[in-house]
């Protein structure tokens, strides 16, 4: 079974159009995170969400929501997609207990045209 | 703010050791991370290590930390051509909550000749 899974794999749409990525984790872990790896690969943390409550909001567009409907699921919507929010989203999640280790989902290529 | 440095770029022949070096600024980080890419796919995490180690070795990979020059390196041996791929080094503070992100380096391009 995979640890942390997003879907879809690939995204293509429109700009102004709404769009949703799922993450799922099955590892009983208590924190997850979203990340947007850009077109260079700069890796930066946009959310976090720990028991269902978010924990940290970079300064991230408010057309961006995460939305926890239980611990092991993270859900990314997007409003009024611009051609700036084409990246690549990453998933993670931590168990929040020992060493803290990341594990990190496949990732959802966002393509926005 | 936090800052994680490194260089872009490494070419190695393969054979050789590569050592990726990485710097932060970030005084607090407690846990210190590398993770590997290959094209097209998701982040691996390597190693870490924890702030109070000097080092720590995990077969063919070698991590040193040098807390007081806030430097983390990552010394690969005997590289071969499935090590290609882009490095990142990672730190993130100990709140103790567990929700801390990672601040991540721009990832070094590791590249081996034949």
């Known amino acids: 079974d995979t640890a942390v899974s997003q879907t879809p794999k690939y995204l293509v749409t429109q700009m102004g159009n709404d769009k949703s990525i799922k993450c799922e984790q099955n590892?009983?872990?208590?924190?997850m995170y979203w990340y947007k790896q850009d077109s260079k690969k700069f890796l930066k943390i946009m959310f976090s969400?720990?028991?269902?409550?978010?924990?940290i909001n970079e300064t991230v567009p408010n057309r961006f929501s995460p939305k926890s409907p239980d611990k092991a699921h993270l859900n990314l919507h997007i409003n009024s997609l611009e051609l700036g929010d084409s990246a690549v989203y990453f998933c993670?999640?931590?168990?929040?207990?020992?060493?803290?280790?990341?594990?990190f989902g496949p990732g959802t290529r966002l393509t926005v045209t | 703010g936090e800052d994680v440095e490194q260089s872009l770029f490494l070419s190695v022949r393969e054979g050789d050791s590569s050592v990726i070096n990485c710097t932060y600024t970030?005084?607090?980080?407690?846990?210190l991370y590398w993770y590997k890419q290959e094209p097209g796919a998701g982040l691996q995490l390597l190693t870490y290590i924890f702030s109070n180690m000097d080092m720590k070795q995990d077969q063919r990979l070698t991590v040193l930390l040098n807390k007081k020059d806030k430097h983390l390196s990552l010394r690969i041996a005997d590289t071969q051509t499935g090590d290609s791929a882009i490095y990142f080094c990672?730190?993130?503070?100990?709140?103790?909550?567990?929700?801390?992100?990672?601040?991540f380096g721009k990832g070094t391009h590791l590249i081996i000749q034949p």
């Open positions: 969400y720990n028991n269902k409550e978010l924990i």
């Open positions: 590892l009983g872990h208590d924190t």
């Open positions: 993670a999640t931590t168990s929040g207990q020992g060493a803290r280790e990341q594990y």
């Open positions: 970030d005084s607090s980080s407690t846990y």
């Open positions: 990672a730190e993130t503070p100990n709140s103790g909550g567990g929700a801390d992100g990672l601040t």
